[in-house]
């Protein structure tokens, strides 16, 4: 037994190969001089066959060139440190595949000349575990992207059919109460829209929700969509869906009576959109209007319109508090806690 290796193994003591880590110590000039069992099984050589070798025959090819620069910045600084921060790097066994791997390597000093100590972790079950995980990750998102996209299609086969009733029907009141309906489905139909279309399958992006609702609700009110203009006023708000779907129908609800009774006689005005959420997750919704307003004389609390009482309905299944501004300007304003729904 050689000098260097007396004091290689007072240095690393008799645990050397009960550790269970592979474990390989190489010299200054990269040749292997000590490796444990596990190293022999990791790479599936004997000691007998790497001692005195390159380090470098463990580096899949492509790699090895580098290798001996990194190796004397080591030395130049010799510190306990991870090998390759920032880079996947790859053994290479004895029957010449590739596994990844992480490495720790360490300074030894024997006073026999600098020797580096290198721990290595076979990575392939940890990587293989990955794989599995996100292999299933992309399975659900591709379902979820198909629920969505399925959902919204189905509801516009409805929106279609009711477009068909109409033609069949003259009474203009009922022609607008099918109207109001279709607004109602083109709005759940554009939540799950967003949703396929968007890499989050979990929230929807309202600002984008929204983008997409008000200029065809608009269109729905086509004398007024020449005299009202809609604007929104919207952070970064993504909602669960769960909460998606009663806010885009209380926008739906809000935004079509503000065109349908704020702005009579051919009036101008504006309505605003806005929601923001605060760093306690309480969202607050506002859909306000600068036209006639609403009549002191109504009780909002036993109107019998569908509209209100889809938005009082709606602010209940969100456990949310609505507050009425009834004129200059006229708003309504939801503000509920995100995850609060049942």
């Known amino acids: ?22 474990m390989i110590v190489v010299n200054k000039d990269g040749e292997i001089i000590r490796m444990n069992d596990l190293a022999e099984t990791t790479f599936g050589y004997t000691s007998t066959e790497l001692i005195g070798q390159k380090v470098e025959v463990l580096i899949p090819a492509r790699f090895r060139h580098k290798h001996p620069g990194f190796r004397g910045g080591f030395l130049s600084e010799p510190s306990a440190r991870p090998m390759g ?10 029957d010449g595949s590739e596994f990844p791997v992480e490495v720790g390597i360490n300074p030894v000093e024997t006073g026999q000349g600098p020797l580096i100590l290198s721990v290595i972790l076979d990575l392939s079950e940890r990587k ?27 509801l516009q086969v409805v929106h279609s059919l009711l477009d068909l009733q109409a033609l069949k029907i003259t009474d203009t009141e009922m022609i607008d109460l099918l109207r109001e309906s279709q607004n109602r489905i083109r709005s759940m139909s554009l939540i799950h829209q967003t949703l ?22 608009t269109e729905s009110y ?37 065109l349908k009774h704020g702005f009579p006689n051919d009036r ?15 969202v607050e919704l506002s859909i306000s209007d600068d036209g006639q307003g609403i009549p002191p004389e109504m009780d909002m609390a036993k109107s019998e319109s569908l509209g209100l009482q889809l938005v009082h309905l709606l602010t209940r299944q969100l456990h949310g508090l609505l507050d009425v501004q009834r004129s200059n300007p006229t708003r309504f304003t939801l503000r509920f806690r995100m995850g609060e729904k049942s």
Do not use: W
């Open 1 to 22: 037994m050689t000098t260097l290796t007396l004091a290689l193994d007072r240095y690393l003591g008799q645990a050397f190969n009960r550790i269970p880590v592979a």
């Open 222 to 258: 086509s004398a007024r969509s020449r005299q009202v203009s809609i604007d929104i006023v919207a952070l970064d708000v993504k909602l669960p869906i769960n909460e998606a779907i009663p806010c885009g129908l209380i926008v739906n609800e809000l935004v079509s009576n503000a």
């Open 85 to 94: 921060v920032g880079r996947d790097l790859s053994g290479l066994r004895k």
């Open 268 to 282: 101008r005005g504006k309505v605003l959109v806005e929601i923001r959420e605060d760093s306690d997750q309480v």
């Open 196 to 217: 396929y279309q968007s890499h989050d399958f979990a929230h929807v992006d309202f600002k984008r929700f929204l983008g997409e609702l008000l200029p065809r609700l």
């Open 128 to 154: 293989h575990a990955e794989k599995l995980v996100q292999d299933a990750l992309q399975q659900k998102e591709l379902l979820l992207k198909e629920v969505h996209h399925r959902v919204k299609n189905n």
